[in-house]
């Protein structure tokens, strides 16, 4: 006996009359068919494969328990092609329904991941917004006479950077904790239903491209952010360092530095070397000879 365990028991004696026997049988290619489809949903999900026997007993159990149990398997074979048909459209009215379902969800999941994506998006690009009109506010306030007044304002434009830098590092672990999100609701909605995982995916693309979106601006934001406290600190340095060259403790330090260097010696002139040929001396200019030589005729 075949025991069939829906709401109530449906017991199905497999002894049957042989003069209850249909002629022909049923159509080896509509139970093959049952087989495979029982089949391929034990191998997609065990959500799946439970309903369909469910479906399968409940239709079993509506078109069989008006029969006694010693003829319901010979009405089960007489009448499988019509069981079959009812099975397979319960078994599509199930799937729309829970595909009616999956599809609300996704829709609801998707609202909230693009909020989220969104709400990341404004923070950077306010991020975006801020620091720069911040960094061009400090640095027209440098004053090239005043190296102190300089650093201290450099030192805000820093300090500024880093709070926002801190503040994308957050943005970029909530955009990372919303891509998993993501990428764990597309899994196991396609989980659920095989038959409309392409459906499902391309729900998803539009979120996907979106978070590529707000990634290229994060990356773009450290980038600008680093060059923004770089080139302060630049300006700061251009500013300050011909100032403090100029500057009377500068001068003091070059001044010890001149006196701590040692003064170089003169280099001892060569002493005459006994067998040099000395160079004969010049002869004196005419002007310079004494008189008595100047005219020997006198």
């Not at 369909?52 to 079993?60: G, I």
């Not at 092609?81 to 009616?100: D, H, K, P």
């Not at 991020?127 to 805000?156: E, Q, V, Y």
Request: aromatic residues 8%.
């Amino acid at each position: 006996m075949l025991y069939f365990l829906t709401p109530d028991k449906l017991i199905i004696s497999l002894k049957c009359n042989p003069e209850l026997i249909p002629t022909p049988l049923p159509d080896l290619v509509s139970v093959e068919k049952l087989r495979n489809e029982l089949e391929r949903g034990s191998a997609s999900s065990n959500g799946d494969h439970s309903q369909r026997l469910v479906l399968f007993r409940k239709t079993l159990w509506d078109q069989l328990r008006t029969y006694p149990p010693g003829e319901r398997f010979c009405a089960f074979l007489r009448n499988f092609e019509t069981i079959f048909e009812s099975y397979t459209r319960s078994y599509q009215l199930w799937v729309g329904a829970e595909f009616n379902a999956i599809e609300k969800a996704v829709d609801e999941k998707r609202v909230k991941f693009v909020s989220d994506l969104n709400g990341i998006l404004g923070s950077i690009q306010a991020s975006i917004l801020s620091l720069p009109l911040a960094a061009l506010i400090l640095c027209d306030k440098f004053d090239p006479g005043n190296p102190l007044r300089n650093l201290l304002l450099g030192t805000m434009v820093t300090v500024l950077g880093v709070l926002v830098w801190r503040l994308l590092a957050h943005q970029s672990h909530t955009l990372n904790d919303t891509g998993e999100a993501i990428s764990a609701a597309q899994a196991d909605f396609e989980a659920k239903h095989l038959l409309r995982a392409m459906e499902l995916r391309s729900r998803f693309e539009t979120l996907v491209h979106l978070k590529q979106r707000v990634s290229n601006s994060l990356r773009f934001m450290r980038r600008a952010l680093l060059a923004i406290v770089l080139g302060t600190w630049g300006l700061v340095l251009s500013l300050n360092v011909p100032v403090w060259l100029e500057s009377k403790p500068m001068r003091w330090l070059a001044q010890f530095l001149r006196a701590g260097l040692p003064s170089p010696s003169p280099s001892p002139s060569p002493s005459p070397s006994p067998f040099a040929f000395s160079s004969p001396s010049p002869l004196p200019p005419r002007d310079a000879l004494p008189s008595s030589i100047e005219s020997p005729q006198q």
